[in-house]
């Protein structure tokens, strides 16, 4: 690491078979307001993000191991791994969706940004510090399924069925090497852990394709995404989502 880095591509991570595919990130206001101000997508620590089961292996994987990886140290290990990755989420569809907006905005005051695959990747071109790998989640079930052992990013690319309907990309940073984690883990080579989470610069000229408000907003918030978007002097299309639409019979 080091030098100018930006997105990278690596083994674990698998992408999108079409690079155009569309992504949303659903936001309240405030977030929203503070990817403009910022001009940075925030990535939380992977610890942070609320599910118990982040980073973690599956019950078949732990049972397959050697007896000697199966000790106490282990778990502080893959505890230390969980502080030092940090993860910005995505949802891939080509439609908006019903259920995110529900999820993971605030009601009528929330908007979504919609992009690409391909735009997220090349928006961290100002981003000097980490690599940025992105890739799709694989769901499983963790009391039955084997989660593969042989990449450290794998447990950060694996969810539980419960959340397949997300259908979620992951942008990753992590403050380890993608080799030769023991030696990492045994020397001075070892970083802070993060400690919620870090801004990461990014184009947002290159991110954004267009910005769509919630469905359940009034038309003056409309109006003041429009006035917000135009003051940061972000030249993106703002829609009102029709998810609310009336039917016609």
Known sequence: MGGIVTYQENEAFQKPDNEYSKIWRYLD??????????????FARSDKLGDPFEGSYSKM?????????RASDMSVFNEEIRQSVIINSWT???FESAAMWKLYSAGDKSVAIQSTFKRLAKSFDLYTRNDVFIGQVKYIDYATEWLPENNVFNPFLHKRKSFEHEHELRAIIS??????LVEWFNTDLR???F??????DVNLDVLVESIFVSPASPIWFS??????????SLSKEVTQSSLDNSPVF
Request: aromatic letters at 12%; charged letters at 25%; proline letters at 4%.
């Open 191 to 193: 970083q802070k852990a």
């Open 195 to 200: 400690v919620d989470g870090e801004y990461v």
């Open 61 to 69: 994987s732990v049972e397959a191991r050697p007896l000697t990886m």
């Open 175 to 180: 403050k380890f090497p993608s080799n030769d």
């Open 29 to 42: 206001f405030t977030k929203f307001v503070s990817l403009l101000d910022k001009q940075a997508l925030f």
């Open 92 to 94: 891939m569809s080509e």
């Open 223 to 232: 109006d003041l995404i429009r006035s917000v978007v135009n003051k940061y």
